[in-house]
């Protein structure tokens, strides 16, 4: 069974910067990608970023230049380096692992952003 487990929300002032963490239970290069979703209160989940197999990164369209993706394989890491927030990316942050058919989930890092 794929276990991940989050780490690195906090609370943080707009402007600021947080790197999350996710410590994935076996090899990195087992999955088809790796990613970040948020969910905000009374909201649906979302997507955030994701890093495929070959290294390829997509982003949503709210977060592109602010966020980075990237992943440290010998660590079976994967972390989302987060920088100018703003209040809108106040939510509880997932880490995922794609293994088709499918796609395993973490508890879930809370992450504040105050104004």
């Known amino acids: 069974q794929v276990q991940l487990a989050e780490s690195g929300g906090g609370l943080v002032q707009a402007g600021g910067s947080l790197t999350l963490s996710c410590a994935a239970s076996?090899?990195?290069?087992?999955?088809?990608?790796m990613g970040w979703y948020r969910q905000a209160p009374g909201k649906q989940r979302e997507f955030v970023a994701r890093?495929?197999?070959?290294?390829?990164?997509n982003y949503a369209d709210s977060v592109k230049g602010r966020f980075t993706i990237f992943r440290d394989n010998a660590k079976n890491m994967v972390y989302l380096q987060m920088n100018s927030l703003k209040p809108e990316d106040t939510g509880v942050y997932y880490c995922s692992a794609e293994k088709s058919p499918l796609m395993y989930w973490g508890q879930g890092t809370q992450v504040t952003v105050s104004s």
């Open positions: 890093i495929i197999s070959g290294g390829r990164t």
């Open positions: 076996e090899s990195i290069f087992n999955f088809k990608s």
